[in-house]
């Protein structure tokens, strides 16, 4: 299974999920007029042979990670509705992709098949300001 790279998200607008791992400081997405678009690469070359991913950004709170949207696409990107993000608050993207889920494209995701896999990576922490 070809797995996605480690995640970072810098410029205003736009989550580029491909650059930085061990951020030292916490980044901050100035949120504009339109809605934050997310992007990421396979971490090994191509497109290679992904059904779809899940998407899903998590508010770092006091107790743990509140789950604020889950999307699932079959893109390597997302939009996230900027409604969402609160000024001040502290975010954290998980990415997975998904291999065995043939009708993912279609939205048809009740049959699966092998070769199943599942790649996970998580994004640094971000404030959204």
């Known amino acids: 299974m070809f797995g996605t790279r ?20 916490q980044p901050e997405i100035a949120l504009g ?26 508010d770092v709170t006091a107790t743990g990670l509140l789950p604020v949207r889950t999307i699932i696409t079959d893109h390597a990107s997302a939009l996230i509705d900027r409604t969402l ?12 992709a998904r291999l065995g889920v043939p009708g993912a494209s279609d939205g048809f995701f009740l049959t699966t098949q ?5 790649a996970t990576t998580w994004s640094a922490a971000f404030t959204a300001r």
């Open 33 to 58: 007029d339109g809605d934050p678009l997310v992007t990421w690469e396979l971490a090994v070359g191509g497109d290679g042979p992904i059904d779809d991913y899940v998407l899903t950004l998590f």
């Open 114 to 118: 092998y070769p199943f896999a599942t």
């Open 85 to 96: 993000l609160v000024p001040g608050h502290v975010y954290i993207v998980r990415l997975d």
């Open 6 to 25: 480690h995640v970072v998200l810098l410029e205003q607008d736009r989550f580029d999920l491909d650059e930085l791992i061990g951020v030292p400081t």
